[in-house]
């Protein structure tokens, strides 16, 4: 029998048959009439693990040993998986993360929002990505010293600890690859690293953002403050050695929070953006402008959402797209010929949808800026009735203003695309509520080797 063993800590001892499964991917068994949940466990699996954590309702143990493994379970692809906080589903093979996920998710919708779905035809489709490693376009990589070394990396589970990491088995290489030219030439410049317990030091991050279709690469710092310095060093560097490279941007991160990055950017060299494109169309990704992490399932995922509401958007009636980013699904829909209101809070990312949307001559765009759960409200009380509205949040799901608005604008089509179960089970509850139903449920991985869950529920009015 095949077993894996891990370094065992403090706390009983528990033997486990891992039944379910928790929304951090987590195995979930049961012990003293309590869920135990078992991160790197998967279910059907036979587990020693020790109790690290012990609530009333839920204990949380350490993997010690898989006495009995199950069949999906593959040696990792990255040797820091486990200590970096990064991936949680290395541990099962591609196939059984989707079906993972799947379950994740019909779960969630069930015990949340009270939803049945998945008892038919085996369940929503997890729409598998074509490369389940090396696909992250953006990474940020927080900067520490460690033994007189400057070193990047990811911190650890529930920590701040840099674990150091060479090469991330999740993104771009070409990431890596500016990230460790910045390290090498921070180490040669003897630059001061932050210190987030002493709130001393400069350098706390250290991005690199690719264009997939265009092959840009743009690197940024993140500092502390502005710094007077020769870049040329740097510069050259990353033109030698990293493949597309098109630009440095320093960002300026003074608070003392969590928040990576700070609202200032300075150009210190080359374009402060790369391009992207997706359908043909050309994107402008500016330093703190979102865009999905996942160029190539992006394009799926917008191909179903465009697929659902260019069949039944009422021509002439405008369709909203609420949290629009850099207004990726606005410029979509726009090539379709469908009018679009754009809402959207950071100024960067409407700056960039303006910029790519006059730049490819589209027409029948606005985009806003401000919260959605305030635009929204107000473009409906002055009498907007769109033909169809896609919501794109944030993990902390929708505001009810939002969902309040939409209704009163008895808007005939929802898009829903979520990268949170939770949240979006909470929400669909609510729709359900204010005269929605569901209508098509499709999760498009767009995060392998993680847990996370990316989701596109398709609703009309009922
Ligand atoms: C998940 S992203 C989606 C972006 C875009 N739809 C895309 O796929 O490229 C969520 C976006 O909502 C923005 N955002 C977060 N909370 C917001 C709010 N309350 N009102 C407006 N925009 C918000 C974020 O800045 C981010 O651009």
Redesign the pocket.
């Known amino acids: 029998m095949r077993r894996t063993r891990r370094a065992p800590p403090g706390g009983p001892r528990l033997r486990l048959l891992i039944e379910g499964l928790g929304s951090e991917g987590e195995g979930v068994g049961r012990a003293q009439g309590r869920a135990v949940f078992v991160p790197f466990a998967l279910p059907g699996e036979r587990v020693l693990a020790r109790v690290v954590h012990a609530g009333a309702r839920r204990l949380v143990a350490e993997l010690d040993e898989v006495l009995e493994p199950a069949p999906e379970r593959v040696r990792p692809p990255c040797p820091v998986f486990g200590r970096c906080g990064g991936c949680q589903l290395q541990h099962a093979g591609y196939s059984a993360q989707l079906a993972l996920k799947r379950r994740l998710l019909v779960e969630t919708l069930r015990s949340v929002g009270g939803l049945e779905v998945g008892e038919r035809d085996g369940g929503p489709r997890v729409l598998a990505a074509p490369e389940p490693l090396g696909y992250r376009n953006r990474g940020q990589y927080p900067v520490a010293r460690q033994a007189r070394r400057v070193v990047t990396g990811f911190f650890a589970p529930r920590s701040h600890a840099v674990v150091p990491v060479e090469a991330c088995a999740i993104h771009d290489p070409r990431v890596d690859q500016a990230v460790r030219v910045v390290r090498a030439w921070a180490q040669r410049e003897r630059l001061r690293v932050y210190d987030e317990e002493r709130r001393t030091g400069w350098l706390r991050h250290v991005m690199a953002r690719v264009g997939v279709a265009s092959g840009q690469v743009l690197v940024v710092l993140v500092g502390r403050h502005e710094l007077r310095c020769d870049w040329r060093a740097l510069t050259r560097e990353l033109g030698a050695r990293v493949p597309g490279v098109v630009g440095l941007v320093l960002n300026l991160q003074p608070a003392s929070s969590n928040v990576i990055l700070g609202r200032r950017s300075l150009p210190l060299w080359g374009q402060p953006h790369v391009e992207e494109s997706l359908f043909g169309l050309r994107f402008r990704l500016s330093v703190g402008?979102?865009?999905?992490v996942n160029t190539r399932q992006?394009e799926q995922l917008f191909g179903r959402v465009r697929a659902f509401l260019g069949e039944a958007a009422e021509r002439g009636r405008p369709v909203v797209?609420?949290?629009?980013?850099?207004g990726?699904?606005a410029q979509v829909l726009a090539q379709a010929n469908l009018p679009v209101v754009g809402?959207?809070?950071?100024p960067q990312?409407v700056a960039d949808a303006r910029a790519s949307a006059r730049a490819q001559g589209l027409g029948g765009l606005e985009f806003h800026e401000?919260?959605?759960?305030e635009v929204l409200p107000r473009l409906v009380a002055r009498g907007l009735r769109p033909g169809a509205v896609?919501l794109?949040?944030?993990r902390k799901g929708c505001?009810p203003a939002v969902l309040e608005a939409l209704a009163r604008s008895r808007v005939p089509r929802v898009a829903y695309?979520s990268?949170h179960p939770g949240t979006l089970a909470r929400d669909l509850a609510e729709l359900r509520t204010l005269g929605y139903r569901l209508h098509t449920l499709e999760a498009v991985d767009m995060f392998p080797q993680t847990a996370h869950v990316e989701t596109f529920a398709g609703l009309v009015r009922a």
């Open positions: 402008s979102f865009f999905q992006a797209d609420a949290y629009s980013g850099v990726v699904l809402i959207e809070v950071v990312a401000g919260l959605v759960e896609v794109d949040p944030p505001e695309v990268c």
